[in-house]
């Protein structure tokens, strides 16, 4: 399969697709997924925390588009180190490499649906990131309608999405879905255990450091 066939194919046929791409590698096209990855996830960030009330839509583009891509390669490669650790506990058989290749093209619907979702966040603009102003745009409350009533359709795509990545998963590691889904799980406790240890330890730090300061 070709570049824009791999981008396609990925929505009805992932094992198929995560397949071909394993036979035929390529790095380079796993680092640009996993960067636009990053832009997009960054940018939907930015909309949940509002980062329009503190930074102007320009910074928040440029941020997008040079620390996103940096988040996006380091989730690719800790995701998939993670997945290689814990796949070993069930049997899976794909090297770290090979798995970083199922989840970057397991990673293209959300692409394609960061994408989509783009088009009214430019017509917006600054305010698409800024609090509570989404719903004061009286000529874009259409769209607004629009999202809502489309929300079954969003929810099935979702779990479409989330399938997809587990089945690419699935492909390169010769298990079910069932049991990649296992490992993503797995993986997936780790990270957030990681992450609150790593949190109570700040937190604690922080704590501590005031503590000191005011004694």
């Given at each position: 399969?070709?570049h824009?066939?791999?981008?396609?194919?990925i929505?009805?046929?992932?094992?198929?697709?995560?397949?071909?791409?394993?036979?035929?590698?390529?790095?380079?096209?796993?680092?640009?997924?996993?960067?636009?990855?990053?832009?997009?996830g960054f940018?939907?960030?930015?909309e949940?925390?509002?980062?329009?009330?503190?930074?102007?839509?320009?910074?928040?583009?440029?941020?997008?588009?040079?620390?996103?891509p940096?988040?996006g390669?380091?989730?690719?490669y800790?995701?998939?180190?993670?997945?290689?650790?814990?796949?070993?506990?069930?049997?899976?058989?794909?090297?770290?490499?090979?798995?970083?290749?199922a989840?970057?093209?397991g990673?293209?619907?959300?692409?394609?649906?960061?994408?989509?979702?783009?088009i009214?966040t430019?017509?917006?603009?600054?305010?698409?990131?800024?609090?509570?102003?989404?719903?004061?745009?009286?000529?874009?409350?259409?769209?607004?309608?629009?999202?809502?009533?489309?929300?079954?359709?969003?929810?099935l795509?979702g779990?479409?999405?989330?399938?997809?990545?587990?089945?690419?998963?699935a492909?390169?590691?010769?298990?079910?879905?069932?049991?990649?889904?296992?490992?993503?799980?797995?993986?997936?406790?780790?990270?957030v255990?990681?992450?609150v240890?790593?949190?109570?330890?700040?937190?604690s730090f922080v704590?501590?450091?005031g503590?000191m300061?005011?004694?």
């Amino acid at each position: 399969m070709n570049h824009l066939s791999l981008l396609l194919t990925i929505w009805v046929k992932p094992r198929d697709t995560v397949r071909s791409a394993l036979e035929s590698p390529s790095p380079p096209r796993e680092l640009i997924l996993a960067g636009l990855f990053g832009i997009g996830g960054f940018l939907e960030r930015s909309e949940e925390g509002s980062f329009g009330d503190d930074l102007s839509l320009g910074w928040i583009l440029a941020l997008a588009f040079t620390v996103g891509p940096l988040i996006g390669l380091l989730s690719l490669y800790l995701i998939s180190a993670l997945l290689h650790w814990t796949g070993k506990l069930f049997g899976g058989r794909a090297g770290v490499s090979e798995l970083r290749t199922a989840v970057a093209h397991g990673w293209i619907p959300f692409i394609w649906l960061s994408a989509a979702q783009a088009i009214p966040t430019v017509m917006m603009g600054q305010s698409a990131f800024a609090r509570g102003e989404a719903s004061d745009l009286g000529d874009f409350g259409f769209l607004q309608g629009i999202l809502v009533g489309l929300l079954p359709i969003w929810v099935l795509l979702g779990v479409w999405m989330a399938a997809i990545a587990v089945l690419s998963v699935a492909e390169a590691q010769g298990f079910s879905a069932w049991m990649a889904l296992a490992n993503y799980f797995l993986a997936f406790m780790i990270m957030v255990v990681a992450a609150v240890v790593v949190a109570i330890a700040v937190v604690s730090f922080v704590a501590l450091t005031g503590m000191m300061d005011t004694s």
